[in-house]
């Protein structure tokens, strides 16, 4: 039996502004299609995110709007629905595909290895055919080594009821750990190219720019800058991913960026008006008719109750066959991958940056204290006294006190990282290590690979400051939102995004209670065997194989002359299952009620 989610909880709304062009976006939904089983506010799945377009469809059928959906990449890693499976997203590529998107790219996560690569040029770009773009991605075929383009570099198309001509690109950020079956090009090179500089001359009425790329980041600055070297006036609209934010950027009065957060926990919703667009077909109906033109977002809170009130439909009318028929198949495929099987009971909840590192609801300090050096033992190498390092970005989502199952650890670290070790490292050297990975630097400048790579960017200090506890009631909410109901007191709400973007603080579609995060250092360090009294001459020096690089240029910095060839093993097993061993073994008891 799937347990259920808690039911959505009636919050006050602010509705979707509609325009003449409208979006729905999702980005870096890392698996998580079955939606959050323990969070109601984002327990809808693609399932009822598929109802949900239908409906909308069928609003802006009836006004003369369009609508466009959109999806930036990361779609794998993070969530048992896709890693619990061998091969790797066995049921979640048929469940994704059902979801009628336009516009749709590449994140890194579908590189890191090469089977993922591969998934996505025989699956996820055929899947979506035609629609998938490549502006500069390349994918090696396996049979002859040739070098072909992952999927079309643009796509040209007129929308249905409005006949705005569109041109839209796909990138993706200048991405440098990708395995060896695919090429990232550099966006400042791929701009320079012919088919490029081409398609930026066409006469459209408006640029459509996708990409699993930040919206204030170099890249996007760079492809804005050619874009309006050739169209100085033409509207363009980004779509971003990656930083796992909900976010909001102006370039210029008709250029803007949006990202719709992570882990489907976010739909974003933008509506453009003012399109002058040559190939017009019909009037808007219920629509004011605007001159001037306007960008509007909004963040939806992926849960049905937020679904409902946006289509205006209720708890019969909304879910759509379809979208029923593919809640069935992840209800089946959930069965099929054991996810809901139980390994443990937390004790405590444990944050990866809601609570204070270090502090005792800290998942790294957990990690530190009691997991790393547990499963960093090596039988034949126990004795030794050694240091194991990990990233905290390895880890990828909180642990919420009581049932941990099979679906947790992957949600927790899902990717294939094993141990390795350097053996016998001057303890001197070692013991720099941590304070060098922290610190970043320029010992980081000399390598491709950048420090802050090491964590996912919104884990650095522009979003992890402590947010007070201030929330505002906005002018929109008040006139919009004659269904919802009304907000008496900040206490009433529950705890939640409170997005300040480019545009102001009115982005969310629910009023929340603000949440306090906390800044976490790019690592954190475990030691074993270690003598009480005195420091050993060496160590061994244990890492997880994501930070390779990063440990071997730091080691070089302290004057050492470590390379690859000196890294071995530590263990065999990846670090999920050495994760899982240990809940199993220290979490008994039964928390299932
Ligand atoms: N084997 C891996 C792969 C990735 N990471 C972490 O993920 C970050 C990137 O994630 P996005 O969803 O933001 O693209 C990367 O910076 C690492 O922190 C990892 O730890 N191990
Ligand atoms: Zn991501
Ligand atoms: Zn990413």
Redesign the pocket.
């Known amino acids: 039996e799937q347990p259920s989610a808690p039911k959505p909880v009636a919050a006050p709304m602010r509705p979707l502004p509609w325009g003449q062009l409208n979006f729905l976006q999702t980005t870096?939904t890392h698996g998580w299609h079955a939606g959050h089983l323990q969070e109601s506010q984002y327990s809808a799945d693609w399932g009822d995110y598929i109802s949900f377009a239908e409906r909308m469809h069928q609003k802006a059928d009836e006004i003369g709007a369009d609508l466009l959906l959109v999806d930036t990449?990361?779609r794998v890693e993070g969530n048992g629905l896709y890693d619990a499976s061998k091969p790797k997203g066995r049921y979640d590529y048929d469940i994704f595909k059902e979801q009628d998107i336009d516009i749709i790219c590449t994140?890194?996560?579908e590189l890191y290895q090469a089977d993922a690569a591969a998934r996505e040029y025989t699956q996820t770009v055929p899947n979506f055919k035609g629609k998938y773009l490549a502006s500069n991605l390349d994918y090696i075929k396996p049979d002859t080594g040739e070098r072909i383009p992952m999927a079309q570099r643009f796509r040209k198309f007129t929308t249905k009821n409005q006949g705005i001509r569109v041109l839209a690109f796909g990138f993706l950020f200048d991405f440098t750990g990708n395995a060896n079956n695919t090429i990232v090009q550099p966006v400042g090179k791929t701009i320079e190219e012919k088919w490029f500089q081409d398609a930026i001359r066409e006469d459209v009425d408006l640029f459509i720019v996708i990409g699993?790329v930040t919206l204030h980041g170099p890249e996007y600055k760079a492809i804005f800058k050619a874009i309006r070297s050739q169209k100085w006036d033409t509207p363009i609209q980004f779509f971003g991913?990656?930083s796992h934010i909900r976010d909001f950027a102006k370039y210029d009065s008709k250029a803007y960026g949006f990202q719709s957060g992570r882990y489907m926990e976010t739909v974003g919703w933008m509506s453009i008006d003012g399109i002058k667009s040559k190939g017009k077909k019909g009037d808007l109906k219920e629509l004011e008719l605007r001159s001037d033109m306007s960008f509007q977002r909004r963040y939806i809170d992926n849960n049905l109750f937020g679904y409902r009130y946006h289509t205006g439909l209720n708890e019969s009318t909304f879910p759509t066959g379809h979208g029923q028929n593919v809640s069935a198949s992840i209800h089946k495929a959930r069965k099929a991958l054991n996810l809901d099987y139980f390994y443990g009971c937390a004790p405590k909840d444990l944050w990866m940056s809601r609570a204070p590192y270090p502090s005792d609801n800290s998942l790294y300090s957990w990690l530190e204290k009691e997991v790393l050096a547990d499963v960093a033992t090596n039988p034949k190498r126990k004795d030794k006294p050694r240091m194991v390092i990990f990233n905290t970005g390895g880890m990828r989502f909180d642990i919420f006190k009581g049932t941990f199952t099979r679906d947790s650890t992957y949600i927790v670290s899902p990717f294939v990282s094993t141990l390795k070790y350097i053996k016998d490292v001057p303890f001197k050297a070692a013991s720099q290590m941590l304070p060098l990975l922290n610190n970043g630097g320029p010992i980081f400048e000399s390598t491709e690979l950048q420090p802050w790579q090491l964590a996912p960017p919104e884990q650095l200090a522009i979003h992890y400051d402590i947010i007070a506890p201030q929330l505002s009631i906005q002018d929109s909410f008040i006139s919009g939102a004659a269904q919802a109901p009304l907000l008496s007191s900040s206490p009433d709400l529950v705890p939640g995004y409170t997005t300040k973007d480019d545009a102001g603080d009115d982005g969310d579609d629910t009023l929340h209670a603000p949440i306090s995060f906390y800044k976490i250092p790019n690592c954190i360090q475990a030691t074993a065997s270690m003598a009480e009294k005195s420091d050993p001459e060496t160590v061994d020096l244990v890492f997880i194989d994501f930070i390779q690089p990063w440990v071997l240029t730091a080691l070089q910095f302290t004057g050492q002359t470590y390379n690859n060839s000196h890294v071995e093993n530590y263990r065999p097993e990846i670090f999920t299952d050495l994760l899982a061993g240990w809940i199993k073994e220290h979490w008994r008891g039964d928390c299932r009620s």
């Open positions: 870096d990449g990361d994140g890194n996560h699993h991913g990656h």
